[in-house]
């Protein structure tokens, strides 16, 4: 990529992350070309979807998510790096308003720009689960896509204004419907 090309590249994505955290993921991608002060045809050669921009927004962010997995399963317990890991993705989603519905719609679509991210989200998800699970500290009954289900609505709950001011309460009741022991007060430590 040329080096004009790319500093346009950076800028567009900055601009969009404004854009987006202010207007969620609904943020008109011609809005996005006016304010980043380009053309929407040098917006759509660089991103040629919204899902694409997203991707490219998301990406870092969504790594980072995978990394944090990777740690907390060597170094917490199973429950412990189960419900750490839940709160950081709640806490992710709540910084791209919106972005859950398009997660949940990329996860099961192969064609979808977002699909490989949220595959390594899933996977890194029911990973965790899986290990809690043969420790005997989360519930048999559920897999993977029962977690991510359960993730992403709890995401698009507090995403809405309504229920924002709850979101801590939420976690908790969902993360000890989870567990198999929840008068240990799990999910109360893992929020520290």
């Known amino acids: 990529m040329r080096a004009d090309a790319k ?7 900055a601009v969009a992350r404004e854009v987006i955290t202010e207007h969620g993921a609904d943020a008109s991608m011609r809005d996005i070309s006016r304010r980043a002060g380009v053309g929407l045809a040098t917006l759509l050669r660089h991103f040629p979807t919204r899902e694409a921009l997203f991707e490219a927004l998301l990406c870092t962010n969504l790594d980072a998510l995978t990394q944090k997995a990777d740690v907390l399963e060597t170094s917490n317990s199973p429950d412990e790096a189960l419900v750490s890991w839940f709160r950081e993705w709640v806490a992710f989603t709540q910084s791209y308003k919106g972005v859950v519905a398009l997660m949940a719609a990329a996860h099961t679509n192969p064609d979808s720009a977002l699909y490989a991210s949220c595959a390594a989200v899933h996977s890194a998800s029911a990973r965790l689960l899986l290990r809690a699970q ?23 709950v507090v995403d809405l204004p309504s ?17 198999t022991n ?11």
């Open 134 to 156: 043969a420790d005997g500290t989360a519930r048999t009954d559920m897999n993977g896509d029962d977690l991510f289900g359960l993730m992403a609505a709890l995401g698009w």
């Open 182 to 192: 929840p008068s240990r007060n799990i999910a109360e430590r893992a929020a520290c």
């Open 163 to 179: 229920f924002a001011t709850r979101a801590d309460h939420l976690f908790h009741i969902i993360a000890s419907a989870i567990l």
């Open 7 to 13: 500093k346009n590249h950076s800028h567009i994505l």
